[in-house]
């Protein structure tokens, strides 16, 4: 959408449509969830992705029907031979033998074991291929390395890589804090994800719109990863007796903060290379986002469990209440369903879960200062009205107006082949009728 948006609109109206798309996704976000948590209760938690299924369809089938499409001249099967596979797989290969790794250290295997340390070797050699692939090797290459000359774009990416960490850690472990130290259930634990969701939204909604009117992004962008750095900082210190209004204040503070850094940040390297790279970047700066989130999903569980391993080793814990544990922290909230004595799941709530929660929180803040840092440092301003916008804008009004035009024709000419049709078809049964009124009369 954000590519789309990117073609059709002016560089200085794009910042509210990127804002209204940041909201529409918050609001996702919000009720996902909740809706989450209800089937995960009520049903079954693989409702959660069966649901999926007629949205996506839906989605599918708005698409076709509704988004104009505009004809490319080529042959699409020289395109496809174009696509840079080789590169999507190391890619893939990469992520993969980085991530695993960082899941399974300290928990599955040791943090010096072969198996971690070969994998996450091979995983930083494979990037390093993957770097020169696209440098040297590919013709039409998902990453141009030139793209990086821009400290712009190389600071939003370090930026987003940040934002897509706190944002979906944040969304993930602060429910699972909710129903392992509150004992609150799924849909109640989703509930409270709301005041981060409309901070978020409302947020990308008004840093969209600033952008529109004053041009400007690069404070906005700085201001939203302060607020992100300070809000982490605070929910580092947050335990099972902490207030629920400052749980929801300090949520409210992590979505001001990421609301402020979408719209901006997108519009921010779009800024700074030519049109023709304008989807690329932006591509780019999405697989980013999304590559911090999964990096902040592996990061997170394993300095949790390894805070929750250690807790439970040092009270003498039977193996099987220790993978119980480990597979769902919510069951602290329920002790006595496992056998544990209130005094021993005190002990790993306080010294394992909330121990690994705070030290996780603290890398969050520091995430937020780098990125606070990053974008007020790298990321500089650039005009964002460009001489040939009322040109190209135009020219698009007026390729939409020709595609309507021809729809139009079309539908004329196959109303005109029915009524053709029509006449026909009654001269013939006139010519059958007065054929058979004749041989009636013979």
Known sequence: MQIIVSDIITLRERGKYHGMIGAVVALGYTIGPIVGGLLAQKVSWRWCFWVTLPLSLVSSAVVVLVLPVKPVAGDIRKKLLLIDYVGSLLTLIGCALIMLPLIWGGVTFPWTHPVTLSLLSAGALVVLLFCLYEWKCAKLPIVPMYIFKHSTVSGVYICMFANGFVFFSSLYYIPQFFQAGLGYSPIRAGLF???????????????????????????????????????????????????????????LLVGCGSGLTLATTTVAV????????????????????????????????????????????????????????????????????????????????????????????????????????????????????????????????????????????????????????RDTEMEVSDVRMVSRAGSSKM
């Open 270 to 421: 779009q800024a700074s290379v030519e049109r023709k790279d304008m989807s690329v970047v932006t591509a780019f700066r999405n697989f980013v986002r999304s590559l911090g989130a999964a990096f902040s999903l592996s990061v997170a569980s394993s300095v949790v469990n390894n805070s929750l391993l250690a807790s439970m080793i040092e009270i003498s814990l039977s193996p099987s209440t220790i993978t119980t544990i480990l597979n769902d922290p919510s069951v602290l909230a329920r002790a006595s369903s496992i056998g544990l004595p209130d005094e021993q799941a005190l002990h790993v709530l306080e010294h394992g879960y909330e121990a690994g929660f705070k030290t996780f929180f603290i890398i969050n803040a520091s995430l937020g200062v780098m990125a606070t840092i990053v974008s007020a440092t790298m990321v500089k301003h650039k005009e964002l009205s460009r001489d040939d916008d009322e040109k190209l804008k135009n020219e698009a009004k007026a390729g939409l107006k020709k595609q309507e035009e021809n729809q139009d024709t079309e539908a004329g000419v196959q109303s005109s082949e029915l009524v053709v049709k």
């Open 193 to 251: 994800l709301i005041p981060l969701l409309v901070g978020q939204t409302a947020f990308s909604w008004v840093a969209g719109m600033l952008v529109s009117h004053t041009g400007r992004y690069r404070t906005i962008v700085y201001t939203g990863f302060a607020f992100i750095a300070i809000s982490c900082g605070f929910i580092s210190t947050i335990t099972h007796h902490t207030s629920k209004a400052t749980m929801v204040v300090l949520m």
